[in-house]
């Protein structure tokens, strides 16, 4: 389980992330939406370019970049496990059954209060899991 501070930082930066992509013109669906299996960080809809999609967002918080960005964590399993949260939550979901989807990675380091964001669209695709 989580200590308090983690789950505090976690909330900060996913905070930021999400006001960082309704800047970009992303509307928020759900954030921290948990199964058994695997959590959402972040739902967000995405009609600001050519076609629209929904978003699954994975934040990921680092100190520093002493053993890479926030995307080197999210390893082949991570991923096997957001694709499942996220084929759940469409099954839940259905009015977003027929939607273009894709997974984003939204890279956090320093400060939690003031986070230094890189957002990685397209960060990988459910076939390559």
Not at 56 to 76: K, L, N, Y
Not at 82 to 102: G, I, M, N
Request: neutral net charge.
């Amino acid at each position: 389980m989580p200590s308090a501070d983690t789950r505090d930082t976690g909330a900060a930066v996913e905070a930021a992330a999400c006001a960082h992509l309704k800047r970009a013109g992303l509307r928020e669906i759900a954030r921290n939406v948990g199964y058994r299996f695997g959590e959402l960080d972040l739902v967000m809809w995405d009609a600001t370019g050519r076609s629209e999609a929904l978003v699954f967002v994975e934040v990921r918080h680092r100190h520093d970049d002493a053993f890479g960005g926030g995307a080197v964590s999210v390893t082949p399993a991570k991923r096997r496990r957001l694709v499942r949260a996220a084929q759940a939550f469409l099954q839940s979901h259905p009015r977003y059954a027929d939607a273009s989807c894709r997974f984003d990675v939204v890279e956090a380091s320093g400060d939690a209060g003031a986070p230094r964001l890189n957002w990685l669209r397209d960060a990988f695709r459910a076939d390559d899991c």
